[in-house]
């Protein structure tokens, strides 16, 4: 396996079945804690704009010449998709001194509305997707991360506000 193949499959990640997107989805989440445990939000932003920057490299060594721009197993995109949707609590926990495994609603919810949103496309995330070009691989899972983000900010100001909790 070349160093593209590596970073793009996620160190073989990408190889497991089925749904290659929901494990590498998964297999990002102990990396965030790993980051985020080390060195906070920071850390944890930073990642992701190198992961960002390697998995569209490796993209496009990988689709060069290929019909199919977003082979299934290129899961960097997911973890990149997925760290975005847990800056929604790595940024709280960093800042108030919270421990990130006390805000585990949030990692749960971040999991689930990011494949929600990667899996359905909706909106820009689908635009994206038809970019049909390895930014368009990347931007896609960088939107629905986004959009994870938001809903996991929106249901913790609906718990914590309005229900008091």
């Known amino acids: ?52 920057f390697a998995g569209l490299w490796a993209t496009r060594i990988m689709t060069k010449g290929q019909k199919d721009h977003d082979p299934s197993e290129i899961v960097i995109d997911e973890v990149a998709g997925q760290f975005i949707a847990l800056w929604a609590i790595s940024y709280p926990s960093w800042a108030h001194g919270i421990e990130i495994t006390a805000l585990w609603p949030g990692w749960v919810a971040g999991f689930v509305l990011f494949r929600f949103f990667d899996i359905t496309k909706l909106g820009p995330v689908g635009w994206a997707d038809r970019r049909g070009d390895p930014m368009g691989v990347m931007l896609d899972d960088v939107i629905a ?14 718990t914590h506000g309005v229900m008091g909790l």
């Open 1 to 52: 396996m070349n160093t593209a193949q590596l970073i793009g499959t996620v160190c073989g990640v990408g190889h497991l079945r089925p749904a290659p997107g929901t494990w590498g989805s998964l297999a990002a989440l102990p990396l965030a804690w790993v980051l985020h445990t080390v060195g906070g939000f920071p850390l944890l932003v930073v990642a992701t704009l190198v992961l960002f």
């Open 145 to 158: 991360g986004v959009f994870a983000a938001i809903g996991v900010l929106v249901l913790a100001g609906i």
